[in-house]
């Protein structure tokens, strides 16, 4: 078992010795570049700039339907993509810095920061679509 000082000690003070320490590092860097390309993603979609399509954007039945429902949904979602990067990037610092998992702890619990977010964004979308009319 990783005691905290342990773990610190070879993580964060730049002593980054043996295989527990690359998976921390890499954990972060991966999780920290996903979610800047999460963030790169949502920029045009906030703008508004990407028109219907069969692969980039929020589709669904009813966003495939109306550029009027696809650019609502895809703004929104757009924003829940930022919030979600934003978190996923601030909680996967967070655990770094306190360094109190074991590796594979830390690689779940990384996994986790990065999934959930962007799964309540999702959900947040498609309830926010449901509420669209159809009409325009």
Do not use: H
């Amino acid at each position: 078992r990783y005691s905290k000082s342990d773990i610190g000690g070879n993580v964060l003070s730049g002593g980054c010795k043996g295989m527990e320490s690359t998976v921390y590092f890499k954990g972060l860097v991966t999780i920290l570049a996903c979610a800047g390309l999460f963030l790169l993603l949502a920029i045009p979609l906030i703008l508004r700039k990407i028109p219907r399509n069969s692969l980039y954007g929020f589709r669904t039945l009813k966003t495939l339907k109306s550029d009027r429902i696809w650019y609502e949904a895809n703004f929104f979602f757009g924003w829940g993509m930022v919030f979600s990067s934003l978190t996923s990037a601030a909680a996967i610092i967070i655990l770094y810095k306190l360094a109190v998992l074991t590796p594979d702890q830390y690689i779940n619990s990384s996994l986790v920061i990065l999934a959930v977010p962007i799964v309540i964004a999702i959900l947040l979308t498609l309830l926010r679509i449901q509420k669209i009319k159809d009409t325009p």
